[in-house]
T-cell receptor
Framework: RKEVEQDPGPFNVPEGATVAFNCTYS??????FFWYRQDCRKEPKLLMS???SGNEDGRFTAQLNRASQYISLLIRDSKLSDSATYLC?????????FGSGTKLNVKP | SAVISQKPSRDICQRGTSLTIQCQVD?????MFWYRQQPGQSLTLIAT?????????ESGFVIDKFPISRPNLTFSTLTVSNLSPEDSSIYLC???????????FGDGTRLSIL
């Protein structure tokens, strides 16, 4: 079983839609969680950290469910510029595990 | 976050040659990593660059093919040796601090082999 698993998508949504991605992780002792965004042919960029209490940054909300071992990313009021691949990252004892990414296409 | 400069940004190389990629950070960082990402694929960790000692390689990657240096806490190089078409990829360096801090990536090096 992979350490981190994501639905590769693509998720095709219209502008203004709300879309959510989940990412499951296998090690219950995982300590830290992040969402990254990667545009085509660019490097991954940190989008937001994921805290136990959940956190929000504008249109983006990240949540952690330790009981079910998944993290989620919710994007409200999708923009064309949100089109990208979203990677989840889990850290276990200083070792980083990247998901393979979920592709989002926001269409006009 | 740290500013990471990766050079070259792209290169086209002949088979059998080698390419050295540099990663310079504007501040001291605890951890430096080298990744490969082939088109449409996920990131694959090549190795963790250790300051003052040999890098720690992941399964499937060996020092002879991917020698890595890290002479100090702000600089590392990755050499891709004896290039073949299968080495065409994007190579990325990343850095992070202590205590489960997130990684931050350089812009990447796009390598094509003729």
């Amino acid at each position: 079983r992979k350490e981190v698993e994501q639905d590769p998508g693509p998720f095709n949504v219209p502008e203004g839609a709300t879309v959510a991605f989940n990412c499951t992780y296998s090690n219950s002792a995982s300590q830290s969680f992040f969402w990254y965004r990667q545009d085509c042919r660019k490097e991954p960029k940190l989008l937001m950290s994921v805290y136990s209490s959940g956190n929000e940054d504008g249109r983006f909300t990240a949540q952690l469910n330790r009981a079910s071992q998944y993290i989620s990313l919710l994007i409200r009021d999708s923009k064309l510029s949100d089109s990208a691949t979203y990677l989840c990252v889990v850290i276990n004892f200083n070792k980083f595990y990247f998901g393979s990414g979920t592709k989002l296409n926001v269409k006009p | 976050s740290a500013v990471i400069s990766q050079k070259p940004s792209r290169d086209i190389c002949q088979r059998g040659t080698s390419l050295t990629i540099q990663c310079q950070v504007d501040s001291q960082v605890t951890m430096m990593f080298w990744y490969r990402q082939q088109p449409g694929q996920s990131l694959t960790l090549i190795a963790t660059a250790n300051q003052g000692s040999e890098a720690t390689y992941e399964s499937g990657f060996v020092i002879d093919k991917f020698p890595i240096s890290r002479p100090n806490l702000t600089f590392s190089t990755l050499t891709v040796s004896n290039l073949s078409p299968e080495d065409s990829s994007i190579y990325l360096c990343s850095v992070s601090g202590e205590g489960n801090q997130p990684q931050h990536f350089g812009d990447g090096t796009r390598l094509s082999i003729l």
